[in-house]
């Protein structure tokens, strides 16, 4: 059983272009969670989402961010624009119903240029 | 703001020594967690305690929490110079993965 899979694990952007961070859950697991870790902090949650529905939002950003998880396929944070200061290690964890912990994935070192 | 601090931010000890790092927070839990995050790279989920439980063991790892005090405590004994790593403490309230976590304490284990 593979654990929560990210990728790409690094992805340099220019200012101004699109990044888009895929995360694929554990197997099983229906519930995805998007955090941003910046140099030197702690993660900081983004989003929370089910199966085609965003269920917690009230820690992305209020433009340029958006995140999906669509019935098939991994679940997608779009980074639209992107500026300096969105350099960041974006992580995504599962989990599902009754579980008592989420999976962390490796994350995503965005870098912006 | 972050919900959890942890204290100290950094502490360097020799192999052998126990290593103690406390985290307090601000608002009600259902369950804490502590996370170590080795440099550069995921994290890795350590031990859980729930919000009716004071004391939690395993392995080289002890887990305390005192909700009259909104504290929790992580105690590693006799450390190894591979627990060098950040450590984080992450409170949840509803759901297991939606967590509020702290700045860290960094670890330095030196042979």
């Known amino acids: 059983n593979a654990g929560v899979m990210q990728n790409p694990r690094h992805l340099v952007r220019r200012r101004g272009q699109e990044a888009r961070l895929r995360c694929s859950p554990m197997k099983g697991h229906s519930h995805v969670y998007w955090y941003r870790q910046l140099p030197e902090e702690g993660l900081k949650f983004m989003v929370y989402?089910?199966?085609?529905?965003?269920?917690?939002e009230s820690g992305m950003p209020k433009e340029r961010f958006s995140a999906e998880f669509p019935k098939e396929g991994p679940s997608i944070l779009r980074i639209q624009q992107v500026v300096r200061g969105d350099s960041a290690a974006y992580f995504c964890a599962s989990d599902s119903q009754g579980n008592t912990e989420a999976f962390f994935g490796q994350g995503t070192r965005l870098t912006v240029v | 703001s972050q919900q959890g601090e942890e204290d100290p931010q950094a502490l360097s000890i020799q192999e052998g020594e126990n290593a103690t790092m406390n985290c307090s927070y601000k608002t009600s839990i259902n369950n804490l967690q502590w996370y170590r995050q080795n440099s550069g790279r995921g994290l890795v989920h350590l031990i859980l305690?729930?919000?009716?439980?004071r004391e939690k063991h395993s392995g080289r790892l002890r887990v305390t929490l005192d909700t009259s005090k909104k504290s929790s405590s992580l105690l590693i004994t006799a450390s190894r110079a591979a627990d060098t790593a950040s450590y984080f403490c992450?409170?949840?309230?509803?759901?297991?993965?939606?967590?509020?976590f702290g700045a860290g304490t960094q670890v330095v284990v030196t042979p």
């Open positions: 989402l089910q199966k085609e529905n965003i269920i917690d």
């Open positions: 305690i729930r919000s009716n439980e």
């Open positions: 992450a409170t949840g309230w509803y759901s297991w993965g939606k967590l509020q």
